[in-house]
């Protein structure tokens, strides 16, 4: 295959780790004869900077343009603390999310038996876990209508979503659960929100195109006490933007691999594959951050592509690194570690 | 000190942990000289049956005439999975809620030495846990317009708020700050919304009235992540009411000690207690719910009433039960067990 990629480094972090994807990407490539071609575009903070904005038109021509954006990630800490500032990175993530149809989150949480002991669960509740959450992303109290009344005495957001936008995210959630567990879990607030008996009802009325898929409905503060209490109980997961964000994150603690975790937001046409970290600016240019976060996010672009052996490949070569101790520093338990570049080459020659 | 109750008992186990807190109560009233009169009326399924709805008016008019509501539980089964049914227990809890003008739920999470090991988290991330969030409870997205339009193909739920709403309730997170950790953390999600900017700006304003506390403003998201990994990070937390919904309820499940948290709500008047365990009624009859977080309501209700003597030997007795093995079965570990009743006999008795 030939395929474009639009190449979003992004701020903190985010270039170095994206440089490491890189590698191993053309590594794969190389061994299955794919081409690829890359187009470095601006993003977040470091666009701001420097053209003004933090998802410039020419960044969404060059995303528009190709078949696939690998992003590393955004956010700078002189953005923090200043909910007014007129332009702000997250803008941007918004813009973009909404400008490329991205509607639909996967933020798989699954375990590397060589870190459960990373995580702030004990064993026997993490052991086994492996589930995804499908958020809606683009819709929801993030785009609707916000502002200010009663001179700026009184703030509002709404929260708006349509049948059409549940059932596409859903339809991803059925299938998904189709190739994986069958098992769906629709998280919601249907006992105080309009807008989740909508998700409810909708969900239920696709529950006979699916016959096989057991689907449960739970209120999301239960599934808030859940995902602590008994990950490992959940498959596939779809909930709203808002409720997404949150259980997301909290899910993303749980297994102790954090820093691994990778994600895609999906649309009807071009996909997009980024680590779930932040910018982690603090570690910016020191050639200590865990790339494998973002090199696993390249291996769910190539299977998004119907590239199964592609991304397994890369999953391999990412389990043999944690096995042979070829780590970051986060990883490394005081031991011996690598540097992040060290650790995209290894798992480059390793493909 | 002459006291009236309202009694709302409500569904499942509700009636049967009411009764030991009523029995505590009145051993401590008995020790330090109080007289407690009980006022019983009817809330949730219990009333939709009796009466048709889940907070009757007469009811309304008991607690409005009282100086304090002991709560049970509220919610069956047979109104779960059908959010189109007319009236529903939750209603009545946010109609009482609303009415008696209850806008700052107390919610404490805090752990019990000899319980560390029931929770989820290993024992060095939940030690010393000690934590309290204040949720708003009657203002946002619970309450604001919603309904749907299109034919019913589109569905919203508007979350309003006021400088005003935003002030009393960081008003009680600040000075409850300052009787404990002098830390306040207001989680909102400022990056988006329009509502936490003027969440963010209320608090950053009345900062400088309480020179003493360290306050912290953290995204939502990144709270959810925080409480799994350093519970004992936090000291008083402040949020809006879904926020509030979401991350007390897995705060709750963090320490182990579901079954005994209590809880609070306040308005600039009368006072509700409850545990936040649910209605339960798998075991509702079985004389086999743990009354404990029930009493420990009550505990916070003599609390707040100035009787911190009384409110002390509450917590002291459930302490003594709890080193001597005088629980129920879900604390009980597969050893000797005791009944609800046998429980609150045996605090009673050692008031
Ligand atoms: C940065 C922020 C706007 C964003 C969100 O809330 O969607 C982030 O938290 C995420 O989850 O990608
Ligand atoms: C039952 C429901 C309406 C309620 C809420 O969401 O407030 C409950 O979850 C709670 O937290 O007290």
Known sequence: MKLNIALLAGDGIGPEVIDQAVKVSDAVASKFGHELTWKPAL????????????????THEICKSSDAVL?????????????SAKVRPEQGLLKMRKALGLFANVRPTFTFPSLLDKSPLKKERIEGTDLVFLRELTGGIY?????????????????????????RLAKKGFELAMTRGKKLCCVDKANVLETSRLWRETVQAMEKDYPEVEVSYEFVDAVAMRLVQWPNSYDVLITENLFGDILTDEASVISGSMGLMPSASLGS??????????????AAGKNIANPMATVLSA???????????????IREVVNKALNEGMVTEDLADGGKSYGTSEVGDWLASNI
Do not use: W
Request: glycine share 14%; hydrophobic share 30%; proline share 7%.
């Open 43 to 58: 993003t977040g903070a470091a666009a701001i900077d420097a053209v003004g904005e933090p998802y410039p038109d020419e």
């Open 71 to 83: 992003f590393g990630a955004i956010g700078h800490p002189k953005f923090d603390n200043d909910p």
């Open 143 to 167: 785009f609707g209508e916000k502002g200010r009344r009663e001179e700026g005495e009184t703030a509002y957001d709404n929260c708006v979503y349509t049948r059409e936008e549940v059932q």
């Open 269 to 282: 046409d071009i996909g997009l594959f980024e680590p779930i970290h932040g910018s982690y600016p603090q």
């Open 299 to 313: 291996a769910m672009m190539f299977e998004n592509f119907g590239l199964h052996a592609e991304g397994k490949a």
